[in-house]
């Protein structure tokens, strides 16, 4: 059984840094795709960043593109998600799932899903 768990997540005001980890326990697996996903209450899950098992192609969000960076640590068996310049619309419960089904589109096939953490931006 995979596990995934995330942390690195807290209270920081706008244009603040923080640094999201998900680290993988259990067997080894593969995937084709890590992902971060942010979800508010009220308002369906979105799409942040996604990196692929080779760690040569990322994928961004156009809301984050150039402020947040994703990346993998492979014998660590962790991903994580590097947020710079935070504003107050980035608050959200942030999530790290594995694709392990294949799509060309890269916001889907996730079926391994971390529990959360919570990201609050204070303007």
């Known amino acids: 059984q995979v596990q995934l768990v995330e942390s690195g997540g807290g209270l920081v005001q706008a244009g603040d840094s923080l640094r999201l980890s998900c680290a993988a326990s259990g067997r080894t697996f593969s995937y084709y795709y890590m992902g971060w996903f942010r979800q508010t209450p009220g308002k369906e899950r979105e799409f942040v960043a996604a990196?692929?098992?080779?760690?040569?192609?990322?994928y961004y969000a156009d809301s984050v593109k150039d402020r947040f960076t994703i990346s993998k640590d492979n014998p660590k068996n962790t991903v994580y998600l590097q947020m710079n310049n935070l504003k107050p619309g980035d608050t959200a419960v942030y999530y790290c799932?594995?694709?392990?089904?294949?799509?060309?589109?890269?916001?889907?096939?996730?079926?391994?899903w971390g529990q959360g953490t919570q990201v609050t931006v204070s303007s």
């Open positions: 990196i692929t098992w080779s760690g040569r192609d990322t």
């Open positions: 799932a594995a694709a392990r089904i294949f799509y060309s589109d890269y916001r889907r096939g996730y079926d391994v």
